[in-house]
């Protein structure tokens, strides 16, 4: 089954690996594959298209060359795209906000080449530079800053965490003891990444959700390898285990399919939509259905359509007490 990219993050991601590719001739194409943080079938899927890319013109020698023979891949008549890019003026702003935002983060271990690089971008930008003292990002910390601080100590000196945390799509709080590996900011929010010990995998914790955390005498050994998260299409992914759930979007409900990461989407002719996604709490999604009023029907488990049916009558009876139980 096709995971669901939109074609923005699809051509963000061959934008970057284009001049990637140029500067690492003949890499193997596990490894790009594993670099550029997508399967190999993926990278394949991508440098086809490249033949079909290129300047002006249409002619043989206008478009992008790539070859994967013998599991190498080589990137040729690209060089336009090898340039160093130049900033334009609505670009230059944003990186000068972004960085602003992220200097003033506290406890920031790479805040004094932050401070130069932003010097520098100022002093090229001109103009631009006093435009941006008008804009402020304000990124959410965590309520507890000895949640923060320990983060901090847990990240700096390579120790093991102990996490006391609630997650929002189980509505449960566990106790993990987690490798942390990097902090990362995304759509405003703060976020750690670790080893969990345990799920035994790679996890994503926002800091405004760990209830408690302390540093352990342990040093973190997270395995080796690990690939580093994407985040450019949001932070969520969903656990192979959870639920598959099919979903059938009416027109006006549509809006569901951009936002709820899924592993598959059919937009039809008449403009609605039936999309696959995996659900790790099906009263999140039992909260959806009845919010959206018919717009959204559940297709498949037959499980969750009865939940669903019996929740829905619930409702229109007027009887608040708790509706269906589901696993």
């Known amino acids: 089954m096709a995971t669901y990219e939109s074609a923005t993050s699809r051509v963000a991601r061959m934008l970057t690996m284009v001049p990637w590719l140029l500067h690492r001739q003949g890499?193997?194409?596990a490894t790009a594959a594993a670099e550029l943080g997508v399967s190999e079938s993926q990278v394949v899927e991508d440098l086809q298209i490249l033949f079909l890319c290129g300047l002006p013109g249409h002619y043989p020698d206008d478009l992008i060359e790539a070859s994967w023979e013998g599991g190498r891949v080589f990137v040729g008549n690209a060089d336009t795209i090898a340039r160093p890019l130049r900033l334009g003026r609505d670009e230059a702003l944003a990186l000068i906000v972004a960085l602003r935002a992220l200097a003033d983060t506290p406890g920031l271990a790479e805040r004094d080449a932050i401070d130069r690089a932003l010097a520098k971008l100022e002093a090229a930008a001109g103009e631009t530079a006093r435009a941006a003292a008008a804009v402020r990002v304000d990124l959410e910390q965590p309520a507890d800053d000895g949640i923060a601080a320990a983060v901090r100590s847990g990240l700096t000196q390579r120790r093991r965490l102990h996490l006391r945390y609630t997650s929002g799509s189980r509505d449960e709080t566990t106790e993990r003891d987690v490798d942390p590996l990097r902090g990362l900011s995304v759509d405003g929010r703060w976020y750690l990444e670790g080893w969990c010990h345990r799920a035994r995998g790679v996890r994503l914790f926002r800091l405004d959700r760990?209830?408690?955390?302390?540093?352990l005498d342990v040093p973190a050994t997270p395995p080796e390898d690990l690939p580093e998260r994407a985040v450019g299409t949001g932070v969520y992914r969903p656990d192979p285990e959870?639920?598959?759930?099919?979903?059938?979007?009416?027109p006006g409900s549509a809006w569901v399919a951009e936002q709820v990461p899924a592993e598959e989407v059919e937009t039809r002719d008449d403009g609605s939509v039936r999309m696959v996604l995996r659900v790790a709490d099906p009263r999140w999604l039992l909260r959806l259905v009845l919010r959206e009023g018919g717009g959204v029907?559940?297709?498949e488990p037959a499980a969750l359509v009865d939940a669903v049916q019996e929740a829905a009558r619930t409702a229109l009876s007027g009887n608040l007490s708790p509706g269906p139980a589901l696993d």
């Open 242 to 250: 959870d639920r598959a759930v099919t979903l059938d979007l009416d």
């Open 210 to 215: 760990i209830e408690a955390a302390g540093v």
């Open 27 to 29: 890499i193997d194409l």
């Open 297 to 299: 029907r559940v297709v």
